[in-house]
């Protein structure tokens, strides 16, 4: 791990690798102001401090960290799910089929508040980003890009593959903490029946 300056009130931690970033992101959270990346944690604070700290804490202590548990229901009907059947050289039943059976990890968030990315799918699943970004994708959407899975929280221009929606809300202002999907949260998407509620 690297430590690298931000500014003169955050250091930024380089991970080997993922894993390493959300273990020390679970030994951390509570202590300090941290972010997750994909492999990277931003520890605001004045350095010295956050030095201190991180000299008497190892992201071993992750191990305790205990794990919650989202169960997000879908309707499948997303405009991109037969492209993604061609891409992977399944049937569109067969992706969802692959899509639920996967236990997914949110990694880390990002891109806009509540988005988080989720890992651990199946690896016939990856598939790449759309060639042209759509300039809306409504909130509720969910899609694959790469090895992650994701939930847009609102509507926003997006570029990944769209599998269908959630009437599950992953972002309220109103909800403590706002973001549903938090960093070591495991998710398990399900079928729901168009017209469905959560």
Do not use: K, N
């Amino acid at each position: 791990m690297r430590l690298l300056p931000v500014g003169d009130q955050a250091l930024m931690l380089d991970c080997t690798d993922a894993a390493e970033a959300r273990g020390w992101h679970a030994a951390l959270a509570g202590a300090a102001d941290v972010t997750l990346g994909a492999r990277t944690l931003l520890v605001r604070g004045d350095p010295a401090e956050v030095r201190r700290l991180l000299a008497s804490t190892s992201p071993g202590d992750a191990a305790a960290r205990e794990l919650h548990e989202v169960t997000v229901p879908v309707v499948y009907d997303g405009p991109d799910l037969a492209e993604v059947a061609g891409l992977t050289g399944l049937t569109a039943d067969e992706v969802v089929a692959a899509h639920t059976a996967a236990v997914w990890d949110v990694a880390f968030t990002g891109f806009a508040p509540g988005f988080a990315y989720l890992t651990g799918g199946d690896p016939r699943l990856h598939v790449p980003r759309r060639g042209t970004p759509r300039s809306r994708v409504p909130a509720g959407a969910v899609a694959l890009a790469g090895p992650y899975s994701g939930i847009y929280p609102r509507e926003s221009p997006g570029g990944w593959q769209l599998l269908g929606r959630t009437d599950l809300p992953v972002w309220d202002l109103d909800r403590d903490p706002p973001a549903l999907l938090q960093p070591g949260t495991r998710v398990r998407f399900t079928v729901a029946r168009p017209g469905a509620t959560p």
